[in-house]
């Protein structure tokens, strides 16, 4: 079903190379209800300009006995714009741009029960999804370091942290700046940064950006 005539036309000859997938009639949006009642589809192709149109259609079809998988080509889809059709029922997402070189599979994927996007629109959904996952490795990794220094050297970096210069430090924790240096000197062996930012950084993906606390540094444990 498209939103023009041409495009509908253009579906259908797409779809129509594959010989073993049969093509019906492409219609109207506002013809959702009679073409699900008349025919009974695996797959319902939807080519929409405006997304709240789309959103309107793919509830309209999860209301439905058995709907159909929906994949609807998009003419210009954000990332939220494809996790909202998404939430709403969309089995696959393509770009209408370049929804020629990917309409085939996307109908036979979503068919099997697969979800369909093209690359450019995948891409970023999928490290959306992966992104808490590495954000957790990241930071059970630098927790693990850090781990390994001792009480006085946690201190120390949490002075580092808060951007204390080697005399402030010093102060901070009545220590000479050769001792404040010493440390500083097996924080980085231990870490495995060279520089007062690798090792700032480090503690930051660990999770101190919000408890800068000697005893936020501690609960790590030894």
């Not at 594959?18 to 009974?40: F, K, S």
């Not at 998009?74 to 997402?93: I, T």
């Not at 996307?106 to 697969?114: D, L, M």
């Not at 970023?124 to 490795?137: C, E, M, N, T």
């Amino acid at each position: 079903m498209a939103d023009q005539e041409f495009e509908g036309i253009g579906i259908r000859t797409t779809l129509g190379e594959d010989t073993q997938l049969r093509v019906v009639e492409p219609g109207q949006p506002v013809d959702v209800g009679p073409l699900l009642r008349a025919a009974r589809l695996d797959v319902l192709v939807l080519s929409f300009r405006e997304e709240d149109e789309a959103v309107a259609v793919l509830k309209d079809i999860g209301r439905r006995t058995s709907p159909p998988a929906a994949v609807v080509l998009a003419h210009d889809v954000a990332p939220s714009g494809v996790q909202r059709l998404l939430l709403h029922g969309a089995n696959g997402v393509l770009r209408h741009s370049s929804a020629s070189a990917h309409l085939v599979w996307a109908v036979r994927a979503t068919a099997g029960g697969a979800l369909a996007l093209c690359p450019d629109l995948a891409a970023p959904v999928v490290d959306a999804y992966l992104k808490p996952a590495r954000r957790r490795q990241r930071r059970t990794s630098a927790q693990r370091l850090i781990a390994r220094l001792s009480p006085r050297e946690r201190e120390v970096l949490l002075h580092v942290v808060e951007g204390q210069s080697d005399a402030q430090i010093a102060i901070a924790l009545s220590l000479s700046p050769y001792t404040v240096k010493d440390h500083l000197r097996s924080i980085r062996g231990k870490l495995g940064r060279d520089s007062r930012l690798g090792i700032a950084r480090l503690a930051w993906q660990a999770g101190f950006e919000g408890d800068l606390t000697a005893d936020g540094l501690e609960s790590i444990g030894a």
